[in-house]
């Protein structure tokens, strides 16, 4: 908690006089896995990230205990024996959006960022695609991408391997507000 806090603070004041750093604390994450046998789907609606636009840097953190399912075991057996949620309680993305955004100007711009992801306690270098909408002064961000849990040594014992996919669709929809200085 505290590293994120040292990250946020440096983002907030590496911000110059005409640069803005846009928030929220109330992100939506969505992961879903579709095999023959079933499709599991669990949805984060606390999710914080925040947008530096002076150095287009862009930062996601949630935390795996607040993925919800609709069925309260798997929500148990991803916490307890997937995602070791005691030992890894955080995901993160750390990165920077590789187009240049005129924030000034209402529009719609495709998207990417690079940078690192964190899930599981393993850090992979990614690019993560999205649509980024500017709006009378506020950001909305919709990205999605594919999580391959060997990646991230996330383990499926092969009693199950044929009701979790190798291959994780995530997406990510946030409204971010201009943090008053």
Request: proline share 2%; aromatic share 10%; no cysteine.
């Amino acid at each position: 908690m505290k590293k994120f806090l040292f990250i946020i603070t440096t983002l907030l004041f590496a911000a110059g006089a005409h640069a803005q750093v846009y928030m929220t604390a109330n992100g939506k994450v969505q992961f879903f896995s579709e095999t023959p046998l079933e499709n599991i789907v669990a949805t984060n609606n606390n999710v914080s990230t925040l947008i530096n636009t002076a150095t287009d840097s862009i930062l996601v953190r949630m935390k795996n205990t607040g993925f919800t399912f609709k069925n309260a075991l798997m929500q148990e057996h991803f916490n307890e024996n997937y995602m070791e949620s005691s030992k890894y309680p955080y995901d993160t993305f750390r990165g920077k959006l590789n187009q240049k955004i005129d924030y000034a100007k209402d529009g719609v711009y495709k998207v990417s960022a690079t940078g690192k992801i964190t899930i599981h306690g393993t850090e992979r270098n990614t690019t993560i695609n999205g649509t980024l909408t500017v709006k009378n002064e506020t950001i909305h961000l919709d990205a999605e991408f594919i999580a391959h849990t060997a990646d991230f040594n996330i383990e499926v014992p092969k009693l199950v391997f044929e009701k979790i996919a190798e291959n994780i669709r995530v997406t990510m929809n946030a409204d971010y507000k201009p943090v008053k200085k």
